[in-house]
Antibody, heavy 122, light 107 residues
Framework: EVQQVESGGGLVQPGGSLRLSCSAS????????MGWVRQAPGKGLEWVSS????????YYADSVKGRFTISRDNSKNTLYLQMNSLRAEDTAVYYC???????????????WGLGILVTVSS | DIQMTQSPSSVSASVGDRVTITCRAS??????LAWYQQKPGKAPKLLIY???RLQSGVPSRFSGSGSGTDFTLTISSLQPEDFATYYC?????????FGQGTRLEIK
């Protein structure tokens, strides 16, 4: 079964840092691009970042560019999101998602992990 | 950025009804359009990609259509498990963007 499990969320103060991890299983991890999508409480979905299967290409939403870094370790089947200079508006459930169509497609997210809550508050 | 606008924002319907949700892009997205279903407290689920391709395991009562900037998701005969929030998403260009969501409620 294809699945991803996120970890590393929690409460952090404004200006702080957090690293999210996403452990994937059930598929050849390096063959697929991966992404992070977030959802603020009671709000809609917002794409955050995507990375190619090999990890050599990365893409970011303007709202996180320069503060967040996406990376992956294909030997560990794990995706990461390093979040620095966190703001209150970064408070959200963060989902890790596999791209449906391949290593450099960046299109359809399927499946999604269960999500992990990040709360930025003093 | 490509803005995605869904209508309506919410709709009430009964089991057995046919429901259509529309999604308009601020500029053409070619065939790079998907639909997701999200139930409260759960992760989104991919229903349709490339405008009209049904993801594996998704019931055939779901269908998608459209082209250019205007797209629709149709549920032919609502089932109790279909009451959820639906989002469209474009992948034609970065940043990937979602519609604001359409909440489908029981009448």
């Amino acid at each position: 079964e294809v699945q991803q499990v996120e970890s590393g969320g929690g409460l952090v103060q404004p200006g702080g840092s957090l690293r999210l991890s996403c452990s994937a299983s059930g598929f050849t991890f390096s063959n697929f691009a991966m992404g992070w999508v977030r959802q603020a409480p009671g709000k809609g979905l917002e794409w955050v970042s995507s990375i190619s299967g090999s990890g050599d290409r990365t893409y970011y939403a303007d709202s996180v560019k320069g503060r967040f870094t996406i990376s992956r370790d294909n030997s560990k089947n794990t995706l990461y999101l390093q979040m620095n200079s966190l703001r209150a508006e970064d408070t959200a459930v963060y989902y890790c998602a596999k791209d449906l169509c391949g290593a450099s497609c960046y299109a359809w997210f399927d499946p999604w992990g269960l999500g992990i809550l990040v709360t930025v508050s003093s | 950025d490509i803005q995605m606008t869904q209508s309506p924002s919410s709709v009430s319907a009964s089991v057995g009804d046919r429901v259509t949700i529309t999604c308009r892009a601020s500029r053409g997205v070619n065939n790079w359009l998907a639909w997701y279903q999200q139930k409260p407290g759960k992760a989104p689920k991919l229903l349709i990609y490339s405008v009209s391709r049904l993801q594996s395991g998704v019931p055939s009562r779901f269908s998608g259509s459209g082209s250019g900037t205007d797209f629709t998701l149709t549920i032919s005969s609502l089932q109790p498990e279909d009451f959820a929030t639906y989002y469209c998403q474009q992948a034609n260009s970065f940043p990937i963007t979602f519609g604001q969501g359409t909440r489908l409620e029981i009448k």
